[in-house]
């Protein structure tokens, strides 16, 4: 293990050149320091744009959000203005929302169905496959013009699992279930959510705070905080519904959870170990009483106990890198980049159309709980986070390194590295995946 | 434990009666505020105003024992996340309170630890347009109003901008208090900002 320096007698690392492949190693440290520019920087978060978003897979949508032929809708790539859509006969393709003749965005609605999309400037129009169906006053392009040419650009690589629908830019990207790997098992988990045909995806809120976004994709990955940022939820939890409710099993270090890296980015903690009923677990949400009752009468208790478990939110945070996390069976959040010092966090929650009407009222109240009480402080603190980074350029560390140079790390046959749950072994994983992203030198492309 | 964390409520408010009953008057409420039959509204009278006016004050001043004093025992608060009326039952939205997390809700702000609320928001609200209605179906007097909270917290100023709709009933005491309300902010189906303060 390499020697901690005294964080005084440490070098300034050379400014960032040009932003190109073999500028970035100093940044990232096996001692688990990352240094603060990685958070702070424009020119790394152009790269992240290029190299992270435009480089690996990224979650585009789940497929039951455009179920039907011609659905689409649209989204956000590493700033990149997306419509996925559905094409006639249920092909998903991602297209890049921008004219190919001066630009514009062809399609400002944020969902919907449509067969094909018309540029508003000068009314080209396009197919929902990305094909350019026609030009209009087409007698004003000579011969050399070539059509085939202009189709919107399409992602070279649409791949899915599940439903869950991945994209990437560059065409060489490894298969999407190799670049998932052991991940994979605790994906497959949180497809329980889907497996009646009336689930289906729906946005519920978004949030949008000062801070990059990697702070909140390191925050899902780290129970270390919990007891400490959300300690007003533990302490109003604990004075009004008593122990044994919400986070209560954060408060020692001792636990049967662990947190996981699986390569690629990918990190989880798996608290199913330590929470034997969500639904017993769970803070009091609005129409519990009702709706308990009304299960336990309508379906048996057995039944009854199964419906009200899917309904609470909790068992694992998986997060696939770089963009989302799955929290739970029924819910994930999408991390979208806006700049260096701006994040989106888009919420969505599985319905279940086939269900009975209680479980889907008290899933929804059950989202809004942590929506409400826990992401709020989260933001609060990346958003101190990236003040104290922007500001102070004399503190150039952060510092990951809880679980090194322990017993509490161990390597798995498979390759996945387990942690005690408060460590920050996933996000030091998940700073070797960044690391190796950015050193490349992929060219993001679409196909026309 | 600071003072303020001392007075935490002890007897937690009861949230026996949410059912679907109580979600489908909320969805009502909605449509009928912004829907075209909306019809024989008056501008709000003294006591509707006054009830409008001394919630907002109460909230901007954090009494939060006295702004709960305003809602019946089974009031319920709805912040959606969707540009139109929808079921709540189906909708996850910025939050949907019954009496009970309003509570969970002030017991937060007093904790002492609320990171989000150190130090608080300074908010004034204006309430704009108040029209009042009565709903004879439901026998009861509806209002809406569109409303502005300005909030300044760590020397930012920023405005959220929408429209509240308020049910009101009259106690057996007399007073009148309210019993549904629905904030709708104009950016609710975009990101929001990290407001952490009582809406």
Redesign the interface.
């Given at each position: 293990m390499t020697d901690i320096q005294p964080l005084l007698r440490r070098p300034v690392p050379p400014p960032l050149k040009d932003g190109k492949s073999g500028s970035f190693g100093h940044l990232v440290r096996p001692d688990g320091m990352v240094h603060r520019t990685v958070f702070t920087d424009p020119a790394i978060f152009e790269r992240e744009m290029s190299q992270v978003f435009g480089g690996t897979w990224v979650f585009l949508l789940h497929a039951t959000e455009i179920p039907h032929p011609n659905d689409f809708k649209c989204i956000t790539v590493g700033r990149r203005p997306v419509i996925v859509a559905r094409d006639a006969n249920g092909e998903i393709r991602a297209l890049m929302n921008r004219c190919t003749h001066r630009g514009t965005t062809v399609c400002l609605q944020q969902q919907g169905n449509a067969k094909r999309f018309q540029c508003a400037y000068h009314g080209w129009s396009f197919s929902n496959t990305g094909e350019l169906l026609a030009v209009t006053f087409a007698e004003g392009y000579g011969p050399g013009f070539d059509k085939a040419a202009h189709n919107l650009g399409r992602f070279p690589r649409i791949e899915s699992h599940g439903g869950y629908v991945f994209g990437s830019l560059n065409p060489d990207v490894e298969p999407l279930l190799e670049w998932l790997g052991p991940a994979r098992a605790l994906m497959d988990w949180s497809l329980t959510a889907f497996t009646t045909p009336g689930a289906r995806v729906?946005?519920?809120?978004?949030?949008?705070?000062a801070a990059n976004w990697k702070l909140q994709n390191d925050n899902n990955g780290d129970m270390y905080h919990v007891p400490f940022?959300h300690?007003?939820?533990a302490?109003?939890?604990a004075?009004?519904?008593g122990a044994g409710k919400a986070l209560d099993h954060f408060r020692s270090d001792n636990t049967p959870m662990v947190v996981q890296y699986f390569g690629h980015g990918h990190k989880a903690i798996d608290q199913r170990p330590s929470i034997p009923s969500p639904w017993e677990r769970a803070?009091?949400?609005?129409?519990?009483?009702?709706?308990s009752e009304a299960l336990q009468t309508g379906f048996g208790a057995e039944q009854a106990q199964h419906y009200l478990n899917m309904t609470a939110r909790a068992g694992i945070n998986l997060i696939l890198y770089p963009n989302m996390i799955i929290s739970g069976a029924g819910s994930y959040n999408v991390y979208e980049p806006v700049a260096v010092d701006k994040t989106?966090?888009?919420?969505y929650?599985v319905?279940l159309d086939d269900a009975p009407?209680e479980v889907?009222?008290l899933?929804?109240?059950f989202?809004?709980d942590f929506?409400?009480?826990g992401y709020?402080?989260d933001?609060?603190?990346f958003?101190r986070i990236q003040h104290s980074l922007s500001t102070i350029p004399e503190m150039e560390w952060v510092d990951f390194s809880k679980g090194l140079g322990t017993d509490r790390e161990s390597v798995g046959a498979d390759g996945v590295v387990t942690g005690a749950v408060s460590d920050e072994t996933g996000i030091r994983g998940a700073y070797r995946y960044w690391l190796e992203l950015m050193e490349r030198d992929v060219h993001p492309c679409v196909l026309t | 434990m600071s003072g303020a964390?001392m007075q935490?409520?002890t007897a937690?408010e009861s949230?026996?009666?949410?059912?679907?009953v109580r979600?489908a008057r909320l969805l009502t409420l909605w449509e009928q505020a912004t829907g075209p039959q909306l019809a024989g509204t008056v501008p709000a009278d003294g006591e509707v105003a006054q009830l409008l006016f001394r919630e907002a004050r109460l909230l901007d001043e954090r009494l939060y024992d006295e702004w709960l004093a305003q809602y019946t025992a089974q009031c319920?608060v709805w912040v959606p996340?969707q540009p139109d009326p929808v079921d709540?039952?189906?909708?996850?939205?910025?939050?949907?309170?019954?009496r009970?997390?309003m509570?969970?809700?002030i017991?937060?702000m007093r904790?002492?630890?609320?990171?989000?609320q150190t130090p608080p928001s300074r908010t004034r609200r204006m309430l704009t347009n108040a029209e009042q209605w009565v709903d004879v179906q439901a026998d009861c007097i509806v209002a809406r109003a569109n409303l502005v909270i300005w909030e300044h917290r760590k020397g930012q100023t920023r405005a959220w901008p929408g429209y509240q709709v308020v049910e009101v009933t009259r106690s057996t005491a007399g007073s009148m208090l309210i019993a549904n309300k629905i904030i709708c902010f104009l950016e609710r189906?975009?990101?929001?900002?990290?407001?952490?303060f009582i809406l």
């Amino acid at each position: 293990m390499t020697d901690i320096q005294p964080l005084l007698r440490r070098p300034v690392p050379p400014p960032l050149k040009d932003g190109k492949s073999g500028s970035f190693g100093h940044l990232v440290r096996p001692d688990g320091m990352v240094h603060r520019t990685v958070f702070t920087d424009p020119a790394i978060f152009e790269r992240e744009m290029s190299q992270v978003f435009g480089g690996t897979w990224v979650f585009l949508l789940h497929a039951t959000e455009i179920p039907h032929p011609n659905d689409f809708k649209c989204i956000t790539v590493g700033r990149r203005p997306v419509i996925v859509a559905r094409d006639a006969n249920g092909e998903i393709r991602a297209l890049m929302n921008r004219c190919t003749h001066r630009g514009t965005t062809v399609c400002l609605q944020q969902q919907g169905n449509a067969k094909r999309f018309q540029c508003a400037y000068h009314g080209w129009s396009f197919s929902n496959t990305g094909e350019l169906l026609a030009v209009t006053f087409a007698e004003g392009y000579g011969p050399g013009f070539d059509k085939a040419a202009h189709n919107l650009g399409r992602f070279p690589r649409i791949e899915s699992h599940g439903g869950y629908v991945f994209g990437s830019l560059n065409p060489d990207v490894e298969p999407l279930l190799e670049w998932l790997g052991p991940a994979r098992a605790l994906m497959d988990w949180s497809l329980t959510a889907f497996t009646t045909p009336g689930a289906r995806v729906v946005r519920a809120s978004s949030m949008v705070f000062a801070a990059n976004w990697k702070l909140q994709n390191d925050n899902n990955g780290d129970m270390y905080h919990v007891p400490f940022t959300h300690r007003s939820i533990a302490q109003m939890t604990a004075e009004r519904h008593g122990a044994g409710k919400a986070l209560d099993h954060f408060r020692s270090d001792n636990t049967p959870m662990v947190v996981q890296y699986f390569g690629h980015g990918h990190k989880a903690i798996d608290q199913r170990p330590s929470i034997p009923s969500p639904w017993e677990r769970a803070r009091p949400v609005p129409g519990r009483e009702v709706y308990s009752e009304a299960l336990q009468t309508g379906f048996g208790a057995e039944q009854a106990q199964h419906y009200l478990n899917m309904t609470a939110r909790a068992g694992i945070n998986l997060i696939l890198y770089p963009n989302m996390i799955i929290s739970g069976a029924g819910s994930y959040n999408v991390y979208e980049p806006v700049a260096v010092d701006k994040t989106i966090v888009h919420s969505y929650s599985v319905v279940l159309d086939d269900a009975p009407v209680e479980v889907n009222a008290l899933k929804s109240r059950f989202l809004e709980d942590f929506a409400g009480f826990g992401y709020r402080d989260d933001n609060e603190i990346f958003e101190r986070i990236q003040h104290s980074l922007s500001t102070i350029p004399e503190m150039e560390w952060v510092d990951f390194s809880k679980g090194l140079g322990t017993d509490r790390e161990s390597v798995g046959a498979d390759g996945v590295v387990t942690g005690a749950v408060s460590d920050e072994t996933g996000i030091r994983g998940a700073y070797r995946y960044w690391l190796e992203l950015m050193e490349r030198d992929v060219h993001p492309c679409v196909l026309t | 434990m600071s003072g303020a964390a001392m007075q935490a409520t002890t007897a937690v408010e009861s949230g026996a009666y949410v059912n679907d009953v109580r979600y489908a008057r909320l969805l009502t409420l909605w449509e009928q505020a912004t829907g075209p039959q909306l019809a024989g509204t008056v501008p709000a009278d003294g006591e509707v105003a006054q009830l409008l006016f001394r919630e907002a004050r109460l909230l901007d001043e954090r009494l939060y024992d006295e702004w709960l004093a305003q809602y019946t025992a089974q009031c319920m608060v709805w912040v959606p996340a969707q540009p139109d009326p929808v079921d709540p039952r189906l909708a996850t939205g910025i939050y949907l309170d019954d009496r009970r997390r309003m509570g969970d809700r002030i017991a937060m702000m007093r904790s002492g630890h609320l990171h989000a609320q150190t130090p608080p928001s300074r908010t004034r609200r204006m309430l704009t347009n108040a029209e009042q209605w009565v709903d004879v179906q439901a026998d009861c007097i509806v209002a809406r109003a569109n409303l502005v909270i300005w909030e300044h917290r760590k020397g930012q100023t920023r405005a959220w901008p929408g429209y509240q709709v308020v049910e009101v009933t009259r106690s057996t005491a007399g007073s009148m208090l309210i019993a549904n309300k629905i904030i709708c902010f104009l950016e609710r189906d975009a990101p929001q900002g990290n407001y952490a303060f009582i809406l």
